[in-house]
């Protein structure tokens, strides 16, 4: 989940703290945004229900939900919610997501292409 000043965003890893996805790789792509993380949907789901966030990056594949799952019950509570799915999987992916998302970034991909994505997005908002 990111913050700037205002702006926050959360961030579903699938991965633990360590991996290359971890927390610290979000705070160094959105810098000077707030990053809150959760290791799963579940989590995810909770924190989202507790506060309120600027950018929700989900990864596709998670243990105990899929990314567009997730993404079709934050969708629910706030139908207006930027959402970025991250996947290794994007051709399978686009045209069969259970509901619309900001954005769909394959991976592997550059730090610098998802802060680029990422402020277009923002700029719509």
Do not use: C, W
């Given at each position: 989940?990111?913050h700037?000043?205002?702006?926050?965003?959360?961030?579903?890893?699938?991965?633990?703290?360590?991996?290359?996805?971890?927390?610290?790789?979000?705070?160094?792509?959105?810098?000077?945004?707030?990053?809150?993380t959760?290791?799963?949907?579940?989590e995810?789901?909770?924190?989202?229900?507790?506060?309120?966030?600027?950018?929700?990056?989900?990864?596709?594949?998670?243990?105990?939900?899929?990314?567009?799952?997730?993404?079709?019950?934050?969708?629910?509570?706030?139908?207006?919610?930027?959402?970025?799915?991250?996947?290794?999987?994007?051709?399978?992916?686009?045209g069969?997501?259970?509901?619309?998302?900001?954005l769909?970034?394959?991976?592997?991909?550059?730090?610098?292409?998802?802060?680029?994505?990422?402020?277009?997005?923002?700029?719509?908002?």
């Amino acid at each position: 989940m990111l913050h700037r000043g205002s702006l926050r965003s959360a961030v579903e890893l699938d991965k633990p703290a360590g991996t290359p996805f971890d927390r610290s790789f979000y705070e160094f792509v959105f810098d000077g945004h707030i990053v809150e993380t959760a290791t799963n949907g579940r989590e995810a789901l909770a924190r989202f229900e507790k506060d309120k966030f600027d950018l929700v990056i989900l990864d596709y594949e998670m243990p105990d939900i899929r990314g567009d799952e997730l993404a079709l019950l934050i969708k629910a509570l706030a139908p207006n919610q930027s959402i970025v799915i991250i996947t290794g999987y994007r051709e399978t992916v686009v045209g069969s997501l259970l509901t619309d998302v900001d954005l769909i970034l394959s991976k592997p991909f550059d730090p610098q292409a998802l802060r680029t994505a990422t402020n277009k997005i923002f700029a719509r908002a």
